[in-house]
């Protein structure tokens, strides 16, 4: 159960804030309590959810001490890249809809070295991985940033800067302490 206050995501990738709960009646037989959840970052429609969904895509935010163990855990993730472009589609698309996060970050790490590999030959990502790393990055930056107190389009910064404080084993004196 949630509680109003909470922060949450809510299907795949959006956070948003619990802000009420209430009855309403939605043109069934009878009022149902539902939570009332504001978009963190995005448009400002609220969402009502049932609060007795049994199937709810919901779960709380990570909190900050995650999201620095997640953080600590990026030059570790091995970066193997899929050559084959349909396997690694497939691959990626299902990691996204699991929603597990470090699996999330290791496509970021991927995607970003592939990346970075093609540009020093000239070339560019064929827009399967633009489009994918798109949705892995709103994934994982729109929860962090909410934790984080931060805007989405400041996280790979704030991530590349705190991969060495947290390596360094200097992590007393960094910004996520």
């Given at each position: 159960m949630f509680s109003v206050s909470d922060f949450v995501v809510f299907g795949s990738a959006d956070v948003y804030k619990i802000v009420d709960i209430c009855q309403k009646d939605f043109g069934e037989d009878s009022k149902r309590n539902y939570y009332v959840l504001n978009p963190v970052f995005g448009n400002s429609l609220d969402v009502y959810i049932p609060t007795s969904h049994k199937q709810m895509p919901m779960r709380k935010i990570l909190s900050k001490n995650e999201i620095v163990q997640i953080i600590k855990s990026i030059p570790d993730i091995e970066d193997k890249w899929i050559e084959d472009h349909k396997q690694r589609k497939t691959t990626y698309t299902e990691?996204?809809?699991?929603?597990?996060?470090e699996k999330i970050?290791?496509?970021?790490?991927?995607?970003?070295?592939?990346?970075?590999?093609?540009?020093?030959?000239?070339?560019?990502l064929i827009i399967t991985d633009k489009e994918l790393l798109k949705s892995a990055e709103k994934l994982i930056y729109h929860e962090f940033a909410a934790v984080l107190d931060l805007e989405p389009e400041q996280i790979t910064d704030y991530i590349i800067q705190n991969i060495g404080v947290?390596?360094?084993?200097?992590?007393?004196s960094g910004p996520l302490s």
């Open positions: 990691v996204l809809a699991s929603g597990d996060h970050i290791r496509i970021i790490k991927n995607i970003h070295i592939h990346k970075l590999e093609l540009e020093q030959q000239g070339k560019q947290y390596n360094t084993g200097s992590h007393q």
